[in-house]
């Protein structure tokens, strides 16, 4: 049976104080994005425009391993449809999100225990208007093109994120994590090879892998799972314009969190109990580093082949149809 979006609280308050563990729409205005002409000379950053989605409904599940292509499990509202627009009305945020230890001497296993926090938006009533009328602003015209784009195009490494902590002096954060936290505090970031999409006709879904982040991106992740519940943070996307014509960028949705509690995360369903969060808990308190066991297990593991860049559901493959497909290197039939 599909699941209906908005497992996680919703609260908006004009005065902008938020009860504990919800979720609000975050201002566009408040993050810094690229503007031209030339920007590649002059670096000019401006505010951003009022975002192009609004946040409907957040979901957080706890997880025993990713689940890719999270919006074909979701039975999204029918009014979203998406009628004569030229793109769907929907766009969908995955991010997979690591709860186990980062290993300092093997790489990333790739999947595992987790959970992943999902972003539902809906076109703003100002860019339906600008897609009906013909005109739409550079960056619509952008993710225009992104959501047709061929699995080869560049356009597949141009998805962007920027993640904000608002209170660093009260997270209780050790000195390394506060290091880092200043030092990448707001500034977008790419995530390249790390995301898939999945293109539908009343919806498009951007998943974003955080199991396959670099070390030291892990690493930090992971020190901030103790403090999560003391920080108010913020999530804003951009597809990042290169070219004039792809300028000023325009954040797509913006979310904040106000110190949101995992443990209050409820467990996918159909998860066993044997793999909910108290097994996580007592294994990730005995050691952050992995047992030979373990390291063997990693190493005999199938890595997931998952879809680069969805195609155009006029075009993908059947074998691609829905799900990344799981296969060992060595298998001819692998894609």
């Known amino acids: ?22 979720w609000t729409n975050a201002l566009a205005s408040t993050f810094s994005v690229r503007t031209g002409p030339n920007y590649a ?16 409904a957040v979901d957080a599940y706890i997880l ?23 793109i769907p009305q929907v766009v969908v945020i995955n991010l997979m999100i690591p709860s186990y230890a980062p290993s300092y001497m093997f790489s990333s296993p790739g ?20 897609l009906a009328s013909g005109r739409p602003p550079n960056s619509l015209k952008l993710l225009q093109s992104v959501m047709n784009a061929t699995p080869d195009s560049n356009l597949a490494k141009r998805f962007k ?34 995301s898939s999409f999945y293109l539908r006709q009343n919806y498009f879904e951007v998943d974003i892998d955080v199991h396959n982040f ?22 804003a996307f951009v597809i990042e314009g290169v070219d004039d014509d792809e300028l000023p960028e325009q954040v797509l949705m913006a979310a904040r969190f106000t110190k949101l509690d995992t443990n209050s995360v409820p467990n996918f369903p159909g998860l066993q109990p044997s793999r909910s969060r108290e097994s996580r808990s007592v294994r990730s308190s005995t050691s952050d580093h992995p ?8 190493r005999s593991k199938p890595r997931e082949r998952s879809i680069p860049f969805a195609w155009r ?21 692998a894609p």
């Open 214 to 235: 670099g070390r030291p991106a892990r690493i930090g992740l992971y020190g901030c799972r103790e403090v999560l519940r003391e920080i108010v943070f913020d999530f």
């Open 111 to 130: 999947d595992g225990e987790g959970w992943c926090l999902v972003f539902y938006g809906k076109l703003k009533p100002h860019a339906r208007e600008a």
């Open 1 to 22: 049976m599909p699941l209906r979006p908005g497992v996680l609280r919703h609260y908006e308050d004009p005065h902008g104080v938020n009860p504990n563990n919800t």
């Open 313 to 333: 559901d006029s075009g993908l493959p059947p074998k691609y149809q829905d799900v990344p497909v799981r296969a060992p290197r060595s298998d001819p039939s």
């Open 291 to 298: 047992s030979e066991e373990e390291r063997m297990s990693v």
């Open 41 to 56: 000379k002059t670096g000019k950053k401006v505010a951003s425009a009022d975002a192009l989605f609004e946040i409907f």
């Open 161 to 194: 994120c920027i993640a904000r902590v608002n209170n660093p002096d009260d997270c209780g954060f050790n000195s390394g994590l506060a290091s880092m936290v200043r030092k990448y505090n707001a500034k977008p970031f790419l995530a390249r090879t790390t």
């Open 64 to 86: 025993d391993q990713k689940i890719p292509h999270f919006a074909q499990s979701v039975e999204l509202p029918p009014s979203l449809h998406r009628g004569t627009l030229p």
